[in-house]
């Protein structure tokens, strides 16, 4: 079993920054590939950023490429997204999330998680 819980979401202006943090039980963090995904309303939810098991390798959507960062620190059993030059349209929830065993990284979807956060918002002001 595996729990996970965002925090650092919160309320910004465009152009600016926030760091959301993904704490993580259980003992399969360190060997497991994680994600951030978001969600607007009315919207799928849609992949954002994941990261290999030790770090080495990063994907990111078109969207957000160059602006947000994933990272981890397994000592700490925590992930992290820095996300700078925030726009309006960055506006979503926020879902940290475990990505299942053996999947290819590369075009990742929401049912290639098997634990997902609570969530965590995001809202960016014009």
């Known amino acids: 079993q595996v729990q996970l819980v965002e925090s650092g979401g919160g309320l910004v202006q465009a152009g600016g920054s926030l760091r959301l943090s993904c704490a993580a039980s259980?003992?399969?963090?360190?060997?497991?590939?994680m994600a951030w995904f978001r969600q607007a309303p009315g919207k799928e939810r849609e992949f954002v950023a994941t990261?290999?098991?030790?770090?080495?390798?990063?994907y990111y959507g078109d969207s957000v490429k160059g602006r947000f960062t994933i990272s981890r620190d397994n000592a700490r059993n925590t992930v992290y997204l820095q996300m700078n030059s925030l726009r309006p349209e960055d506006t979503a929830v926020y879902y940290c999330?475990?990505?299942?065993?053996?999947?290819?990284?590369?075009?990742?979807?929401?049912?290639?998680?098997?634990?997902w956060g609570q969530g965590t918002q995001v809202t960016v002001s014009s």
């Open positions: 999330a475990k990505v299942r065993a053996g999947v290819g990284l590369q075009d990742l979807s929401a049912r290639n998680v098997d634990y």
């Open positions: 259980g003992r399969t963090f360190s060997s497991a590939a």
């Open positions: 990261i290999t098991y030790n770090g080495w390798t990063t």
